[in-house]
């Protein structure tokens, strides 16, 4: 069992920046992979960023490559989204989740957080 937190959303001014945690407890395995999702009201689940616990594979989403950057302290079982120059359309609930193989596609995360709020306003 694997549990998800995470923190650090608010509300900000586009082109501001925000940093969300998410920390990991449980039976956290080094193989898994840890992403970032987002859902805007209205809208599905979309997926932002991944990174491997073991290793330097990263992906993003084309929507926010160039300004956020997802990293983990190994340590202290963290993992970190930097976002950067934050736009209104980013605006969404932020979720942590962790899967056993690498993917993009949310139905393959199989533990999740329970979101924090991310607004940005114009």
């Known amino acids: 069992q694997v549990q998800l937190v995470e923190s650090g959303g608010g509300l900000v001014q586009s082109g501001d920046s925000l940093r969300l945690s998410c920390a990991a407890f449980?039976?956290?395995?080094?193989?898994?992979?840890m992403g970032w999702f987002r859902q805007a009201p209205g809208k599905e689940r979309e997926f932002v960023a991944a990174?491997?616990?073991?290793?330097?594979?990263?992906d993003y989403a084309d929507s926010v490559k160039g300004r956020f950057t997802v990293s983990r302290d190994n340590v202290r079982n963290m993992v970190y989204l930097q976002m950067n120059s934050l736009k209104p359309e980013d605006t969404a609930v932020y979720y942590c989740?962790?899967?056993?193989?690498?993917?993009?596609?949310?139905?393959?995360?199989?533990?999740w957080g329970q979101g924090t709020q991310v607004s940005v306003s114009s």
């Open positions: 989740a962790s899967a056993r193989d690498w993917s993009t596609r949310r139905w393959d995360y199989d533990y």
């Open positions: 990174i491997i616990w073991i290793g330097s594979m990263t």
């Open positions: 449980g039976r956290t395995s080094r193989n898994r992979i």
